[in-house]
């Protein structure tokens, strides 16, 4: 099935003007009339469209359908883009007293809110085994940076300045290196085996006295959990170093394994994944970290500390003695914070453990039903997400972009593209564990038929997409000329 847009919902507001045509009748005014600023910073060359309300709501009701969205559509992107919200989240978040609260209000009129973050900190303490949070990070970059900071506050502190280098594996996220080297290290490609792990005899070559630390994602951007994990955390510490989690895949291991127990120091968490926000369209976000003991007093600031005893116990903010500081104007991101405390709470131990084990099934279940006509580079189990490679496609002349562009023309967004790098037309899918089987096999039916589709009418895929109200864009141009402001036409008065 083939769904597509309506092109004549995507008819400009400004094609729809008429001289005159009224949308809203403005009440006398109740107050004196003021005077207008200088004549210099007015203008009257500003077109607006003269439209009715019904015409205003139209339009912008129609643009909202023929978005997609996880309300709308399977995003393959899962858990890195558009994993599913609970509407019960967003209910919580807009309570008054949460959604009304001020950051600077006193710690004593935000009790509730205080220790709504104190309770967060002690369950995402739990889900990593870690000993400390801060939750003050408002990205998965923004945390990484502050955990590398950690890092080198830590070695610094002990009067370790030779650790400038820090080992970053070739599949890592974009952020890991560009937040070592904002943190002031030297960053140094790691490399995979053939399995998709770390290779341990190029980390051993590394595992120096100027090694500061390896940052390292599990499971990997490959989607594998990485078999060498303990070893690789072990040489590291061996060498005197630190190692850093990117928390960024989490939803693979929620109630399963614990970060602090194969020999991670320091991880952030994506609560906007794994905890469930979306941040598609590039936020909001929340990047908590998580630390061992030892790395307890360099924690972002603020904490939220709780005293007292019995019914009479009191929150406050506190700073860690050896604190890298303040990273954020107040104390995170609280929205999104609210969101993920409701999502724990809402499924419980029980609960959470499922997370892990439907995005695991979901993906392996995709991965079985196209190993077969996508190539898998890595043919063994994977985790939350497949990495497949489209060159078998690209040898009939047809690349992973076009695939899934094409993929548009079925009702499916596109799954993540070139990315791992290391992956040449890597088609990286995540389902999430909220899909069900019928949703993966009409996806997977899609794929199937796309590819039949690249031997049979390889032109049908090449243009593609068909039925979108916008087709194919010049990408270079769109990105080099983004054209981002309606222009009245100087030739006439009708609107472009």
């Known amino acids: 099935m083939i769904k597509g847009g309506n092109r004549n919902t995507a008819k400009l507001l400004m094609e729809r003007s008429v001289p005159d045509r009224v949308g809203s009748v403005l009440p006398a005014l109740d107050v004196p009339e003021q005077p207008l600023p200088d004549r210099a910073l007015l203008r009257d060359d500003l077109a607006l469209p003269e439209v009715s309300e019904p015409e205003v709501v139209q339009y912008f009701t129609g643009l909202s359908q023929l978005n997609y969205s996880i309300d709308t559509h399977f995003y393959p992107l899962g858990s890195c883009t558009m994993k599913y919200n609970p509407k019960i989240n967003d209910e919580v978040a807009f309570w008054p007293g949460f959604a009304g609260i001020h950051p600077l209000q006193p710690p004593e009129l935000a009790q509730g809110a205080l220790e709504l973050l104190w309770r967060l900190q002690g369950f995402l303490q739990e889900i990593t085994g870690m000993a400390g949070v801060s939750l003050a990070t408002l990205a998965g970059a923004h945390g990484e940076l502050a955990g590398v900071l950690m890092i080198r506050a830590c070695h610094l502190a002990r009067g370790d300045t030779a650790r400038r280098k820090m080992a970053i594996p070739d599949s890592a996220h974009g952020t890991n290196p560009a937040s070592a080297a904002m943190a002031g290290f030297e960053v140094v490609t790691l490399p995979s085996d053939k399995a998709g792990n770390v290779d341990l005899a190029a980390l051993r070559q590394l595992a120096g006295p100027d090694l500061a630390g390896v940052m390292i994602t599990l499971p990997s951007t490959l989607g594998l959990f990485d078999t060498h994990i303990v070893e690789v955390c072990r040489i590291v510490h061996q060498a005197g170093g630190l190692v850093y989690g990117d928390g960024a895949n989490m939803n693979a291991l929620l109630g399963r394994v614990k970060l602090g127990d194969l020999g991670f120091d320091v991880a952030h968490l994506n609560l906007h994944k794994t905890f469930s926000t979306p941040h598609g369209g590039g936020g909001p976000g929340a990047g908590p970290v998580c630390c061992v003991e030892s790395l307890l007093p360099y924690l972002a600031a603020p904490v939220v500390a709780r005293g ?34 409701t999502y724990i709470r809402t499924l419980g131990e029980a609960g959470i453990r499922s997370i892990s084990a439907n995005a695991v099934l979901n993906a392996n279940y995709i991965l079985q039903a196209l190993k077969d006509t996508y190539h898998l580079p890595y043919d063994r189990r994977c985790m939350h997400e497949v990495v497949f490679s489209a060159d078998w496609q690209k040898a009939r002349g047809v690349s992973g972009l076009e695939i899934a562009k094409r993929l548009l023309d079925y009702g499916f967004y596109a799954p993540t593209m070139y990315f791992p790098l290391i992956v040449p037309e890597a088609l990286m899918i995540e389902p999430t564990e909220s899909e069900t089987r019928e949703t993966l096999d009409a996806f997977i039916q899609a794929l199937r038929d796309i590819d039949r589709e690249i031997t049979d009418n390889p032109d049908l895929v090449r243009q593609a997409p068909h039925s979108t109200p916008v087709t194919r864009l010049d990408e270079a141009r769109a990105a080099r000329q983004p054209n981002l402001r309606w222009r009245r036409e100087r030739s006439g008065s009708e609107y472009p």
């Open 308 to 341: 007292g005893d019995g019914p009479d116990y009191t929150y406050r903010l506190m700073t860690p003695e050896a604190s890298i500081g303040k990273v954020s104007a107040f104390h995170g991101n609280f929205g999104v914070l609210v969101r993920a405390y």
